[in-house]
């Protein structure tokens, strides 16, 4: 038996059909029926599905400043456990990631980790500020080489410079991730304007605020010509922008996380604050129109933002608590939940909008190919028969702000492959996996 030789076999691939598929030194040889061969390590598929490994756009990785709730390494483990072979590394660190140094360090310690990329993403602005533009070319040009920009936490509410940023990012086939929010209508703000806010008498934040910046950039990024993503889009009205804006061939993607196509505002009534996120949980006609829209590709991924945070700072007042929730180990059972189980979407589309889309987004070339002959074997086996149920106790994450603790959630993942060799296998992490 080999170490680099691995045959999987019987299993159902996204198009629905069963193939057996051979992975020969990091890359994948052939998929086809009945392959055999004596050398390779076999492992046995039935009633599995393989997906090309998901590859997420929007990761808080906490690395550097905030190690206690998160590290780069920690933060790969949970992506590994949960079928990732790729993250983004958000910039709103300590330092921020927004010059070279920071973008290279990040770069550095996830090729250390070696369970999945860890691709930094650059902030658009000098300490998250708004103010004056970060050093996006030296980022772009750094090892990490940096295509997404991002000032996520804060919005670039001055549209002076979202414009400049999004004409700076042209020249390198950047793109801006929006994190859509308006500062001035959000001010104070802990949860969904609406009955439940008035009821429990938590300050509002309108669906507006959000849909006001996503329809400003939306024009911004067609009168400039450049590319616009747009963060967690929770609101019905934000995917009327979004359908509306696609279908005047403006260049804009965006993400959905998979809380926001599962839970509402409704559990702010137990204020516990482990429902406390931004941007905010909301309404079910919301999460309803979040589905079609995914479904429909109004909306092109499913991005986690998966959002560590220490226990001191979650199990507290919700006033005073941070916003953010774990996604990473939960996600693909989130989306089988509510796309597959429902009928709304195909094994195929999941494939398409957790990995191919955010990997061709965020510029990922050894990603989101769906075992295409001869590219690197990055791909993820879930046995989508299987329930399991979550508890925050297990999780490889450093934090336990999962809101899911206690669900019986399907899907469960038995394997994660990082450029041929299993990073995650049968419930267990393998540190050196990822090391070729
Ligand atoms: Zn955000």
């Known amino acids: 038996m080999s170490t680099n030789r691995f045959l999987l076999k019987g299993a159902t691939l996204a198009d629905a059909s069963s193939a ?57 483990r949970a992506g590994a456990k949960g079928g990732f072979t790729a993250l983004s590394a958000m910039a709103n660190t300590s330092p921020v990631a927004d010059n070279a140094g920071v973008v290279e360090q990040v770069y550095r310690l996830g090729q250390e980790a070696g369970l999945l990329d860890v691709f930094p993403i650059g902030a658009v602005t000098q300490g998250l500020k708004g103010e004056t533009l970060s050093e996006i070319g030296a980022m772009a040009d750094s090892i990490a080489q940096v295509r997404t920009f991002s000032d996520d936490g804060n919005c670039v509410s001055d549209p002076l410079v979202m414009r400049r940023a999004l004409e700076y990012i042209k020249k390198f086939d950047g793109v801006i991730a929006q994190h859509a929010q308006e500062p001035r209508l959000t001010v104070g703000a802990q949860m969904n304007e609406g009955e439940i806010s008035s009821i429990l008498g938590l300050k509002g934040w309108p669906a507006i605020a959000e849909e006001a910046i996503i329809a400003r950039d939306v024009l911004l990024v067609d009168h400039v010509k450049s590319r616009l993503h747009i963060c967690h889009v929770t609101t019905a009205g934000g995917v009327e922008i979004i359908r509306w804006a696609k279908a005047r061939g403006i260049n804009v993607t965006a993400e959905v996380t998979p809380h926001h196509l599962l839970l509402t505002d409704d559990l702010a009534k137990s204020y516990d604050p482990v429902f406390k996120v931004n941007p905010p949980l909301r309404a079910q006609s919301d999460v309803m129109a979040l589905r079609e829209g995914l479904a429909e590709g109004v909306i092109d991924i499913v991005a986690t933002d998966h959002a ?129």
């Not at 997420?56 to 920690?74: F, I």
């Open 20 to 76: 057996d598929v051979l992975i020969v030194d990091g890359r994948i040889d052939s998929v086809s029926n009945q392959i055999s061969d004596a050398a390779a390590t076999i492992i046995e598929l039935k009633g599995s599905v393989i997906l090309p490994g998901l590859v997420d756009l929007h990761t808080h990785l906490r690395q550097p400043g905030r190690e206690d709730a998160e590290s780069v390494l920690s933060g790969s």
């Open 308 to 436: 560590p945070h220490t226990m001191e700072t979650k199990e507290c007042e919700w006033q005073e608590a941070s916003f953010g929730m774990l996604g990473l180990e939960t996600a693909l059972s989130i989306v089988q939940k509510t796309m597959v189980d429902t009928g709304l979407m195909s094994w195929s589309q999941v494939a398409d909008r957790m990995s191919t889309a955010p990997a061709r987004i965020g510029r990922y070339l050894n990603q989101g190919q769906n075992l295409a002959v001869g590219s690197a074997a990055n791909l993820m086996v879930v046995d989508p028969s299987r329930v399991w149920t979550v508890d925050r106790d297990l999780m490889a994450s450093k934090s336990r702000n999962t809101p899911f603790h206690g669900f019986e959630l399907p899907g469960v993942i038995t394997h994660t492959f990082f450029n041929g060799l299993p990073s995650f296998m049968d419930g267990v992490l393998l540190e050196s996996g990822g090391k070729s």
